[in-house]
């Protein structure tokens, strides 16, 4: 079963705009990842940020990460058309292993 | 290589045939997972090996999944007696524990469809 949802399902932004996802997960965990992947490719790594960290940049990347509320978002400022994909959210077992399991995905559009 | 290859991209069978789909991780990464993922879905988790072991086999929807990983390096994962329903792309990721959990790097993945 997977651990994770994204909200919004889907969203389409102008060029230029920043975008927000968001990720809500049920149990405790050791770290969050977000995930991108290009239509018909496989996953690639943006950002991981741990359970005792509450902010984390990458380039034009933010994740923030309340585990109070069991949530994470990420930010993606001054989109690109290339930025469009799907971007999901993994999470760990947190106590029980080391397997990930990801959400249901947020797919972004951003017209030119 | 210097990233995660599967093999095959692509492959199509008829109803209740056998199917292997292989993975080639990164050297060194001690960990492999097997995802599926249906169009519009996120990937399901299936199987993780740490080594050579099945580490969590919790993901493998019946019997008729069976995954096996005896070097440490390459898995293939097989499924008997395939489904209509077993129709997806099959995603696989290796990753280097240290600390605990980190970055997983995926394959292209394989897309079966069953016919």
């Known amino acids: 079963s997977q651990q994770g949802e994204e909200d919004p399902q889907a969203l389409s932004i102008q060029e230029g705009e920043n975008a927000t996802m968001n990720c809500s997960y049920k149990?405790?965990?050791?770290?969050l990842q977000w995930y991108r992947q290009n239509s018909g490719r496989g996953l690639v790594h943006l950002i991981l940020?741990?359970?005792?960290?509450r902010e984390k940049h990458s380039g034009r990347l933010r994740v923030t990460l309340d585990t109070s509320k069991k949530s994470s978002s990420l930010l993606i400022t001054a989109s690109r058309a290339a930025d469009t994909a799907s971007y999901f959210c993994?999470?760990?077992?947190?106590?029980?292993?080391?397997?990930?399991?990801f959400g249901t995905g947020t797919s972004l559009t951003v017209i030119p | 290589g210097a990233g995660v290859s599967q093999t095959p991209s692509n492959k199509v069978t008829e109803k209740g045939k056998y199917v292997e789909l292989r993975c080639d991780p990164i050297?060194?990464?001690?960990?492999l997972y097997w995802y599926r993922q249906s169009l519009g879905q996120g990937p399901e988790f299936l199987i993780y090996?740490?080594?050579?072991?099945?580490?969590?086999d919790s993901g493998l929807p019946n019997d008729r999944f069976f995954a096996v990983r005896p070097e440490g390096s390459v898995s293939t994962l097989k499924i008997q007696r395939t489904e209509r329903g077993d129709s997806a792309v099959y995603l696989c990721?290796?990753?280097?524990?240290?600390?605990?959990?980190?970055?997983?790097?995926f394959g292209e993945g394989s897309r079966l469809t069953v016919l």
């Open positions: 940020i741990r359970s005792n960290e």
């Open positions: 990721a290796s990753s280097l524990i240290l600390a605990g959990p980190g970055e997983l790097f």
């Open positions: 050297s060194g990464h001690t960990a």
């Open positions: 149990t405790s965990i050791n770290n």
């Open positions: 090996f740490q080594g050579t072991g099945a580490a969590d």
């Open positions: 993994a999470t760990d077992a947190g106590q029980t292993g080391n397997q990930f399991y």
